[in-house]
C-alpha cells in the first residue's frame, strides 16, 4: 500500500481553516493527486466550496439514519475535481456532543477502510477549534493524521487555540499520535502581524509553512461557492495556495512543539499590547477602504 | 454552645435550602464530607470542627455504589402510582433489577400491597443520543409512562451521561409538563457530581419538596413524618407503628411504599422524625424551612435508651409527653427484662471478664445510633465503620464519644480491602458487616454476620424500637451460640487478599497523601 499523507488542520473558527484546506485540497488534487478532505465541525460546511456551495449528506445524520447498513460510498462525496468529500456532522448548537459526534464519525471511517477503497495520496482533515475535548483530539490521536497544521492570524484567541493544539500534539505525542508540521499564517497584510506570529512560533520552538495575505478574491470566490483555485486559477492568491500546498506536501518537517503555559501565554500577550492595539487601528482603517 | 446549636442557629446562612434551583448542593460542598478516614474518633471530630476534614484520594479503590445507583436506582421506583424514568444508558438501572422479586418477600399481611408493581423506564440512551442530545427520548418516554401506567408522578433520574453532555432536563420538562396529568420530579443524581452516596439522598428530597409537596390543606396534629429506609428493615416500620399508635399517633412513612399522596402532605404532619439522621437531614430542614414542621435529628430509635428518648422528642412536638411516660413505662415492663437476659448471656461468654468486642460496618446514621446500643448491652466496640462522614453529625458524634469514650472510626464507601485489613488487627469478637462491603471470608476465630437485609420481614432482623432492640440482641447472642455460619464460610472461602496486606499496619495504604 502506497504511503498516504495525512493531514490535520485546525483552528479557531472564523479564521479561514476551510477555506484554506479546501483550497490546499483543490490545488493538490490540480497537481495531480488524489485527495480527500473530511470536515470535523458540527457545522459541516468544511467541503462545501468543493461542492458548488452545497450541503453533502454527514456520517454522523446517515449513521443515524441507516444504522449498521450505512456504505461509506453514501457519505463520501465527489466534489471538484473528483476530490473526495466528507462531513463528520454533529449535533446542533447546544445540545449533545460534538466530540463523541467527531469519534463516532472518525471510527466509522477507520473501520470502513477508506484509504484501501479510495487509495487517496493525501487526507486532509479540517477540524473545529481549538482541541477543547477528547473528542476533537481524535484526528491527532494515534492512527489518524501523522502531520498537524494550525491556521491562525495574529489575533490573540487564533494564537490562543494554536497554543492549545500544541498542549494536544505533547500530550498525545508519547502514544504516537500526530506531529506539528507548522503554522498556517492566515490574513497577514501588515509586518507588525508577520512581527507576532514570528515570535509566537519562536517562542513555542515551532515553525510557519506560509503566509496567506488577506485577499477579496477569496471572498468573492466564496460567494459562488467555489474555491479560489476553481474560481480564479490565475490569480496572485491562487498561487500562493498552490505554493503552500505544494510546500506542506513536501515538508518533511515533525516534531512537538512547547506550548506556553497560561501565564506565559497571557504576559507574552501583554508585551505585544501596544502593537495589537496600533494594528486594530490599522485594519479598523483598512475596512474602511 | 454545642456544635449543633451553633449550626441550628446559623444554618440558613450555612447550608440554604433554596427550592428555586434545580438541585441541592452536594454533600462535600455543604457538610465537609469525606469517605477517607482511619483514626481516633476523637481526631475525626476535632477535624471536623476546625474545617479540617480533607476529601482525599486513593490511589487504588474498588467498586461502590454511585450517586444514582446506590441508594435512588432500588428505592424510588417503589413509591406507588409513580414510575421512574432512567435517563441513562441502559446499564445504569441494572441495580434496579430483581428488586420487585426480592421486596416480594415481605408478606402482603404485613401491609406490603398486594397489587404491587416496580414501574420504571429506562431511555436506554446510546451513542446517537449522546451526539445529538436526548430531549426527544425522554420526551417519548415521559409520554410513554403516562400513557401506560397513569402515574401520579413521575421521577427522572438523571445519570453522568446526561450530567457530562449537559442535557437540559428542566427545559424538556417544562415543556411537557403542561401536556400530562403526572407531576414530573427530576432527580440530579449524575454519578459524577458526587462521590458521597449521600448526596443522592440530598438530590432526592430536594426534588420531592420542590415539585410534589404541596401548601399544607390543614394541619394533621397526630401525623408523623417518618423517613423509613429498607435497610432498616419492614419488622422496623411495624414496631415503629406500633409505638406511635399507643400514643395516638399515625406515621407517614416515606419515601418506600409511599404513595405520592402521602409526599405530597408531608407539610401536613406535626413532626418530621429521624430513623437515619443522615438521611433524613435535607427532607427535616426543608419541611421546616418551607412549612415550619418542626423535626430532630438525633436519636434514633436503636436500643433501649434511645427509644425512650425517641418517644420523648416525637412527644415533645406532639402534645403527648404525659402519655409518653406512661408508654415507656409499660415498655419496659416487657422488654427491659429480655435485654437483661440478653445481657447476661452475654456477660457469660466473656473470658477473663473482659468484654466482648464487636466491630460495626455502618452508614453514618447507624455509626451514631448503634455503638451506644453495644454499649447499653456490655459489649464494646474498638472500631466502627462508617460509608462516610460529614460535619452534620458532630454533635451526635461527640455524645456517643462522651457516653462510650474513644474508639477508631474507619471511614470508607465499600472499600473490602480496606476493612479486611482493620477486622484482622483488631480480632474482634464478633463483625458485622454488610453484604456489599464485602466482608464475608474466612476468619478463624470470630464471628462474622450481615447486619440486615433490605426489606427484610423476619422478626429475627429487627433492629429499631424496643422489639428491635431484643431481637437485634438475640441475633448478637445468637452468632456466638451458633457458629455454622462462620465455620461453612471457613471451610469454603479463601482469604481474599494476600498476607502483606493483612500484616500492613495502615489501612489506607493506598491514600494519597500529597506528599
Not at chain 1, 477507520?110 to 477543547?132: A, F, T
Not at chain 1, 494550525?150 to 508519547?174: C, E, P, Q, R
Not at chain 2, 476523637?42 to 480533607?54: E, G, R, T, V
Request: charged residues 25%.
Amino acid at each position: 500500500m502506497k504511503k498516504i499523507k495525512e493531514i490535520a488542520i485546525y483552528g479557531k473558527g472564523g479564521i479561514g481553516k476551510s477555506t484554506t484546506t479546501s483550497n490546499i485540497s483543490a490545488a493538490l488534487s490540480d497537481a495531480g493527486y488524489t485527495v480527500m478532505q473530511v470536515g470535523c465541525d458540527p457545522k459541516s460546511d468544511s467541503t462545501n466550496t468543493l461542492t458548488g456551495g452545497k450541503s453533502i449528506p454527514t456520517v454522523l445524520e446517515s449513521l443515524r439514519k441507516r444504522r449498521g447498513n450505512l456504505k461509506v460510498e453514501d457519505v463520501i462525496i465527489e466534489g471538484f475535481n473528483e476530490i473526495y468529500c466528507v462531513e463528520a456532522g454533529g449535533p446542533e448548537p447546544g445540545v449533545g456532543c460534538a466530540g463523541r459526534g467527531i469519534i463516532t464519525a472518525i471510527e466509522f471511517l477507520k473501520q470502513e477502510n477508506i484509504y484501501e477503497k479510495y487509495s487517496p495520496d493525501v487526507v486532509l482533515y479540517d477540524v473545529l477549534g481549538d482541541v477543547v475535548c477528547g473528542g476533537f483530539a481524535m484526528p491527532i490521536r494515534e492512527g489518524v493524521a501523522n502531520q498537524v497544521y494550525t491556521v491562525s492570524s495574529a489575533d490573540f484567541m487564533a494564537i490562543y487555540a494554536a497554543n492549545n493544539l500544541f498542549k494536544g500534539i505533547k500530550k498525545y505525542s508519547n502514544g504516537g499520535g500526530a506531529l506539528f508540521s507548522g503554522l498556517i499564517a492566515n490574513s497577514v497584510t501588515f509586518p507588525a502581524q508577520k512581527d507576532i506570529l514570528e515570535d509566537f512560533i519562536l517562542q513555542t520552538k515551532s515553525t510557519i509553512a506560509g503566509f496567506i495575505p488577506r485577499s477579496l478574491t477569496v471572498t468573492q470566490a466564496e460567494l459562488w461557492g467555489k474555491t479560489t483555485i476553481e474560481a480564479n486559477p490565475d490569480s496572485n492568491q491562487a498561487e500562493v495556495y498552490r505554493k503552500l500546498a505544494k510546500s506542506i506536501y513536501n515538508n518533511k518537517e515533525e516534531y512537538i512543539p512547547s506550548p506556553l503555559e497560561s501565564d506565559e501565554l497571557k504576559n507574552w500577550a501583554e508585551s505585544w499590547s501596544d502593537k495589537l492595539l496600533e494594528l486594530r487601528k490599522q485594519e479598523e482603517g483598512d475596512f474602511k477602504i | 454552645m454545642s456544635n449543633r446549636q451553633t449550626i441550628e442557629d446559623n444554618y440558613e446562612e450555612l447550608f440554604p435550602i433554596d427550592l428555586s434551583k434545580n438541585t441541592c448542593p452536594n454533600r462535600e460542598q455543604r457538610a465537609n464530607g469525606t469517605n477517607v478516614y482511619y483514626g481516633k474518633a476523637s481526631k475525626l471530630l476535632d477535624d471536623a470542627k476546625n474545617n479540617k476534614i480533607l476529601c482525599q484520594e486513593r490511589k487504588f479503590q474498588q467498586s461502590g455504589g454511585c450517586v444514582l445507583n446506590f441508594y435512588l436506582a432500588v428505592r424510588v421506583a417503589t413509591i406507588r402510582d409513580a414510575v421512574t424514568i432512567f435517563n441513562a444508558p441502559v446499564g445504569c438501572s441494572s441495580s434496579a433489577l430483581g428488586y420487585r422479586e426480592l421486596f416480594r418477600g415481605v408478606p402482603v399481611e404485613l401491609g406490603r400491597p398486594a397489587q404491587y408493581n416496580l414501574n420504571w423506564l429506562t431511555t436506554n440512551l446510546q451513542s446517537d443520543d449522546v451526539i445529538y442530545g436526548a430531549a426527544d427520548k425522554l420526551k417519548n418516554t415521559i409520554l410513554k409512562a403516562e400513557e401506560r401506567y397513569s402515574p401520579k408522578a413521575i421521577f427522572i433520574l438523571t445519570s453522568c451521561t446526561t450530567g457530562i453532555i449537559g442535557e437540559d432536563i428542566e427545559g424538556t420538562v417544562s415543556e411537557i409538563q403542561d401536556k400530562i396529568n403526572a407531576r414530573i420530579v427530576p432527580i440530579h443524581c449524575e454519578g459524577v457530581r458526587s462521590r458521597l452516596v449521600q448526596t443522592g439522598y440530598d438530590a432526592f428530597w430536594h426534588g420531592v419538596l420542590k415539585y410534589l409537596v404541596k401548601e399544607p390543606k390543614e394541619k394533621q396534629e397526630d401525623l408523623v413524618n417518618v423517613a423509613s429506609m429498607l435497610s432498616y428493615t419492614w419488622q422496623d416500620r411495624l414496631e415503629i407503628e406500633r409505638l406511635l399508635s399507643k400514643l395516638g399517633l399515625r406515621v407517614n412513612f416515606i419515601p418506600e411504599f409511599a404513595t405520592v399522596e402521602q409526599l405530597e402532605k408531608l407539610s401536613e404532619a406535626a413532626l418530621t422524625a429521624p430513623i437515619c439522621p443522615t438521611y433524613t437531614d435535607y427532607l427535616s430542614r426543608g419541611l421546616k424551612k418551607e412549612y415550619d414542621v418542626p423535626f430532630f435529628l438525633y436519636p434514633p430509635p436503636t436500643g433501649i435508651s434511645n427509644t425512650d428518648e425517641w418517644l420523648r422528642q416525637v412527644a415533645k412536638y406532639t402534645g403527648k409527653e404525659d402519655e409518653v411516660e406512661k408508654l415507656i413505662n409499660e415498655e419496659h415492663k416487657r422488654w427491659v427484662p429480655q435485654i437483661n437476659n440478653i445481657k447476661e448471656e452475654l456477660k457469660k461468654l466473656r473470658v477473663d471478664n473482659k468484654k466482648i468486642q464487636v466491630l460495626g460496618s455502618l452508614g453514618q446514621g447507624r455509626l451514631v445510633s448503634q455503638l451506644p446500643y453495644y454499649d447499653e448491652l456490655g459489649l464494646e466496640s474498638p472500631a466502627a465503620m462508617s460509608q462516610d462522614f460529614d460535619d452534620l453529625l458532630m454533635d451526635e458524634l461527640e455524645e456517643v464519644i462522651d457516653k462510650i469514650g474513644d474508639f477508631n472510626i474507619m471511614v470508607n464507601t465499600f472499600q473490602a480491602a480496606e476493612q479486611a485489613n482493620i477486622i484482622q488487627n483488631l480480632d474482634p469478637d464478633l463483625t458485622f458487616t454488610c453484604p456489599f462491603q464485602g466482608g464475608n471470608w474466612e476468619r478463624d476465630n470470630n464471628v462474622t454476620r450481615i447486619h440486615s437485609l433490605r426489606g427484610d420481614a423476619d422478626p429475627w432482623s429487627a433492629q429499631s424500637g424496643y422489639a428491635g432492640a431484643v431481637a437485634f440482641g438475640n441475633f448478637i447472642v445468637q452468632a456466638f451460640k451458633n457458629k455454622s455460619y462462620q465455620k461453612i464460610l471457613s471451610e469454603k472461602t479463601e482469604k481474599s487478599y494476600k498476607d502483606w496486606w493483612y500484616q500492613q499496619p495502615d489501612p489506607l495504604y493506598y491514600l494519597e497523601r500529597g506528599e
